[in-house]
């Protein structure tokens, strides 16, 4: 039996990705599946119809996704488009469950296999899924250029006929994937980058991307690899130290979070005040509230000389590469879920079980009526 996939249009505000692309649905064909894609899916990314040969076009939901066995979007679908999905069928997408009671709901009474992408665990094996990864990586390259774009000097040191320019001195705060990126561009493009973070590990990653470290002598390293909150104790003497590198910086890219908790906050309106002339930040942490105390998420503001950019959905800003780099996270799932041509996940696999967030153990029955032969 052919592998029915439907892929989803997106349709939240500012949202231009599209989870596959024409490259990686022709290796979907060659696993044995049927594509469709719905009208228009990869219109925000310059993609027309035409240019998935491989797939079909469907304009209307409820048709697409009516007898697909496996729905594929990047952010969580509508309760509707759930309710228009054939009965234990797969949906992966990222999902965020706690902030989507009703979706999951739904998700439940259809006896939906959802796999979140946001579950994928954090281990070696499971990188190429790692969406989470693929998508941090394009944003913190994107907000080391938006510094370099807000700044009214450049990042590299330049000799002229008239003299030198001095280098930008860029700050990263927070190293996990966006930051290490960030810093990884910032330096390719020339300037003095520092580098912070509450795990102390991050320091050798900070200094093999050519960075400095900032330490601090805090250790809040958390479960899984994650950070934790810091105590008033720590945010005190963290405060101490960092001052001095917020206010000799040009620019700094902030990156922090910590899981399950508003983004914190590591630059005050204090220490904004204290800043540089002509200075820019760029907070990547927008989406969580920002890490900034003045950060409005979704704007740019002014605040004295200080520049403060913070944009939400950054990977969609990089619509094109964030959607190949999500394509393919999403193809090496699903070769983890389908074998010779069936689907048939691997429950004891790791990364299978903890991706999925819905359906598990009372669809497994049914997907394998559903799927054999
Ligand atoms: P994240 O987005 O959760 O956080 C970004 C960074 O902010 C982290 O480095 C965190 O330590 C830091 N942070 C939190 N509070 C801070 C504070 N008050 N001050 C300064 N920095 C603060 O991080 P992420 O990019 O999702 O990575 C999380 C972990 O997962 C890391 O240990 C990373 O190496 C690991 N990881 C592993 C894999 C893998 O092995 N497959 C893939 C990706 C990430």
Redesign the pocket.
Known sequence: MTIKIAVLKETRSGERRVAMVPSVIEKLVRMGAQVAIQSGAGDAIKLPDAAFKHATSVADTAQLVGDADIVLAVQPPTIETVQAMKAGAILISFVYGNKEPALVDMLQQKKIICFAMERV????R??AM?A??SQ?TLAGYYAALLGATHLARIFPRMTTAVGSLRPATVLV???????LQAIATAHRLGAVVEG????P??KGEALSLGAKFVDTGVN??GE????R??TQEEKAK?AQIVTAHIQQADVIVT?????GRPA?K?ISKAQVDGMKTGAVIVDLAADGGGNCEYTKPGETLRIGEVTIVAPLNVPSLLGEHASELYAKNLLNLLELLVHDGRISPDWSDEVVAKTALTGTSEAKPAMSEQHAA
Do not use: N
């Not at 665990?121 to 070696?124: L, T, V």
């Not at 705060?173 to 930051?179: D, F, H, I």
């Not at 912070?196 to 795990?199: K, N, P």
């Not at 990156?255 to 899981?259: C, E, K």
């Open positions: 665990p954090r281990i070696s499971a990188q790692d989470l990864s941090a705060m927070g190293l996990g994937v966006a930051g912070y973070d509450v795990r590990e991050t809040a390293t899984g690899g994650y950070a909150e810091l963290v990156t922090a979070s910590v899981p914190p590591l």
